[in-house]
């Protein structure tokens, strides 16, 4: 249990048969009344964001999230399966469960499986990864002074804006947080 009082970002809690993560809080101390605290928190099943004031000395379970390193194998349809390390036992997840978190891996790449009371809720890609542009058009030579961007498709089929100087069979960097273009590899 931890009490309203001590609540930190990025802390997880159980809520109305929900677990919710703490994004915003803020202690407040009015001039007539009792203290309280507001806070912003976040469903980490469905990513809906809520504000809730709780008395201070208000105590909530503390949900415990578990992340596990798992291998991406491959897709089937509308399964995604994935495979423990550790104990080589595989997982199949269907695309509500997947998202768009595999846009930018590659079969056979690590990622990390989130879940809380043995139910997997999200997947999280490695920060940074590399692909190969698949389709990209040529950038018309002299249009770089305004940092002008084209769009090109990486192995995986995710579109990204790249530089007009990057061609189509190169090897970029990808931020999976933001599906920004790095840099060239």
């Known amino acids: 249990m931890v009490q309203a009082g001590d609540f930190r970002n990025g802390l997880t809690i159980e809520m109305d048969a929900q677990v919710y993560q703490v994004i915003e809080f803020q202690h407040v101390k009015p ?15 469905n990513g809906g964001v809520v504000e809730k004031t709780f008395r201070p000395n208000e105590k909530l379970p503390q949900a415990h999230i578990e992340k596990a390193d798992y291998q991406y194998l491959y897709s089937d349809g509308d ?12 997982i199949a997840l269907n695309e509500d469960n997947v998202g768009d978190a595999l846009k930018f891996v590659k079969e056979n790449e690590m990622v990390k499986l989130c879940s809380h009371a043995g139910q ?3 997947i999280e890609p490695p920060l940074f990864v590399e692909l ?8 018309v030579k002299g249009d770089t ?3 002008a961007t084209k769009p090109a ?11 007009l100087f990057v061609e189509q069979g190169e090897k ?5 947080r933001t599906g920004e273009y790095l840099s060239r590899v």
């Open 79 to 90: 399964l995604y399966h994935f495979m423990d390390i550790n104990t080589y036992e595989q």
């Open 145 to 147: 002074a305004t940092g």
């Open 153 to 163: 498709i990486v192995e995986t089929g995710a579109k990204v804006m790249v530089p």
């Open 31 to 45: 001039g007539k009344g009792a203290a309280f605290v507001r806070t912003k928190l976040k469903n980490i099943k």
């Open 132 to 139: 190969v542009i698949t389709e990209s058009e040529p950038g």
């Open 172 to 176: 970029i960097k990808i931020d999976t």
């Open 120 to 122: 997997v809720f999200s």
